[in-house]
């Protein structure tokens, strides 16, 4: 079993910055490829970046690239996605997920082991 416990959600004003945090406990942090997915209201579940279990590979939703950024501590057991340029569509419930699968498709929700509880995003106009 994997526990998966995210932090650092809020309100913030368009234009500024937040840093997701998600703590893992476990199985092997190392051995995980690691997501971030977001949840607006009445919308589907949506990816917004993976990293793979190395960190050296990541990934973005176009409607994030060039504002966020993730990166992993395997020291800390913790995925990081740090938000820059925030706006009001970026509102949402952020999950991290945890996949322990040799065959990883990062942008796939379906793929993914492990789900945190969700953190809220809010970001005024």
């Known amino acids: 079993q994997v526990q998966l416990v995210e932090s650092g959600g809020g309100l913030v004003q368009a234009g500024g910055s937040l840093r997701l945090s998600c703590a893992a406990s476990?199985?092997?942090?190392?051995?995980?490829?690691m997501g971030w997915f977001r949840q607006a209201p009445g919308k589907e579940r949506e990816f917004v970046a993976a990293?793979?279990?190395?960190?050296?590979?990541?990934y973005y939703a176009d409607s994030v690239k060039g504002r966020f950024t993730i990166s992993r501590d395997d020291a800390e057991h913790t995925v990081y996605l740090q938000m820059n340029s925030l706006k009001p569509e970026d509102t949402a419930v952020y999950y991290c997920?945890?996949?322990?699968?040799?065959?990883?498709?990062?942008?796939?929700?379906?793929?993914?082991?492990?789900w945190g509880q969700g953190t809220q995003v809010t970001v005024s106009s």
């Open positions: 476990g199985r092997t942090f190392s051995s995980s490829a």
């Open positions: 990293i793979s279990s190395s960190g050296g590979r990541t």
């Open positions: 997920a945890a996949d322990f699968d040799a065959s990883w498709s990062p942008k796939s929700r379906t793929g993914y082991d492990y």
